[in-house]
């Protein structure tokens, strides 16, 4: 593949061939030289028109581990505040000799739509509630790296799944790997087409968590909510916030995941997400091996 604009346009042999290539970044990270030299030839520009802590600078570590040139932009910063388009943004940048692109920005579609007028490969980190493929990518890779293996694990993911392209991607990585998945939520945070992709619904947390090997839990995404969606942030914590009680009450022990940033006291308490239970700074840490991995494929069908 030329981008990575969504999970759903790659195939199961596309993640095996990333993770491997990631196992092998993960061993050159923990080395005293955490450089390897293999992209000195490649320029990179980090476009950014939604905020980020994680996703941005661990694909900008990634690239510098790879010995890219990398270019920042955000989009606050910049002339798309005195109107300039997307198109011709990145039409400018890429002037500059630019070879890649990896982009977050607020409007679903966004990499797909860009990647019809410009030349060079693209790389979605984030587009609004579509897609986040780089995030389901080390989310899979970190539950093969706890529990040995993604298949045939049974994965929930609970909360917000309506505004979620973390949700969506996950959905999408975890089925092609043969996992089981379900989604846990208010149905006014579960979107009408979900089951149509093969995961079945579950309103009671209790019997989701019961259920599972490992709980995705998503943060509740203020800033695409709309008053009437879910009726305050104190009931949902009551019905779909996870605490230390509520696990200890479980038959077994759980993986609890959470793309970040949290919200600390409403999807999950302090004692789950500082425990050994949780898995989610082992995610942010596998992000740059993952990410290091998918660019470094990509940019090898560059220098083809
Ligand atoms: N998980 C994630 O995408 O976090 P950021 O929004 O901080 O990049």
Redesign the pocket.
Known sequence: VQHLLGIKYITKEDIELIFKTADHFKEVINRPIKKVPSLRDITIANLFFE??????LSFELAEKRLSADVINFSAAASSVKKGETLIDTVNNILSMKVDMVVMRHPNPGAGIFLSKHINASIVNA?DGAHE?PT?ALLDSFSIRERLGEVAGKNVVIVGDILHSR?ALSNIYALKLQGANVKVCGPKTLMPKYIESLGVEVELDLRKALQWCDVANMLRVQNERMDISYFPSTREYTQQYGVDKALLESLDKEIVIMH???INRGVEITSDVADSGQAIILDQVQNGVAVRMAIIYLLASKIKQ
């Open positions: 905020n980020s802590t994680r996703t941005k984030g986040h995030q973390v793309p970040g940033p």
